[in-house]
């Protein structure tokens, strides 16, 4: 019964690819969010959900594609991956004030 | 535009010894504060956090923090550190009128048994 759970745990794949990390969390919250953790561990906001609708839409590549097909659902799809994509993708759920986060997907592009 | 400032990138500390990591943000409103620890390979998990009231806060595993609004910092504390302690420490900050959580660039704690 993990609140937040993200899928896949670890995603190796070549430049070029498409590929879609998915998310799910069971706490009830409205609002779920994507961030990036680069190499140097620095953690960005990317984009936000509330109730399926965006709210925060960071300055992202629009290679990267959030679909939510319900509010306990947040995925991110990656079109034409490339090298600098290479990061840990963390979903998070809560208030504003207080977010509780997934255990990351390592993704990994080569 | 908003941004929080963590002083120390990389902190290595004996067991027992004292601890203090240094947040500073820059945000003329009101804030709320956060600090989050990530173990190694595992994910954020909220250590502490500062809405109002009493500037002394105390989180779990023995970490408390202060809030100085005058210098703008929210300073993590713990008397004695253990092994166990060894993680990343991220300070984080959301205006009281909501907006996105901005974080620090993180400090890195070793703690030698």
């Known amino acids: 019964d993990t609140a937040v759970s993200q899928t896949p745990k670890y995603l190796v794949t070549q430049m070029g690819n498409d590929k879609s990390i998915k998310c799910e969390q069971n706490?009830?919250?409205?609002?779920m969010y994507w961030y990036k953790q680069d190499s140097k561990k620095f953690l960005k906001i990317m984009f936000s959900?509330?109730?399926?609708?965006?709210?925060i839409n960071e300055t992202v590549p629009n290679r990267f594609s959030p679909k939510s097909p319900d509010k306990a659902h947040l995925n991110l799809h990656i079109n034409s991956l490339e090298l600098g994509d290479s990061a840990v993708y963390f979903c998070?759920?809560?208030?504003?004030?207080?977010?509780?986060f997934g255990p990351g997907t390592r993704l990994t592009v080569t | 535009a908003q941004s929080v400032s963590q002083h120390n990138h990389h902190v290595i500390l004996s067991e027992a010894a004292s601890l203090e990591l240094g947040c500073n943000y820059s945000y003329g409103g009101t804030v709320n504060l956060f600090w989050y620890v990530q173990y190694p390979g595992q994910h954020l998990q909220l250590l502490l956090k500062y809405f109002s009231g009493d500037p002394l806060v105390k989180g779990i595993k023995g970490f408390e923090a202060e809030f100085i609004k005058s210098k703008f910092s929210f300073n993590l504390r713990k008397p004695s550190v253990q092994w166990s302690d060894t993680a990343e420490y991220f300070c984080?900050?959301?205006?009281?009128?909501?907006?996105?959580?901005?974080f620090g660039q993180g400090t890195e704690l070793s703690v030698k048994p």
């Open positions: 706490l009830g919250h409205d609002t």
């Open positions: 998070a759920t809560g208030q504003f004030y207080e977010q509780y």
């Open positions: 959900y509330n109730n399926k609708e965006l709210i």
């Open positions: 984080a900050v959301i205006p009281n009128v909501g907006g996105k959580l901005i």
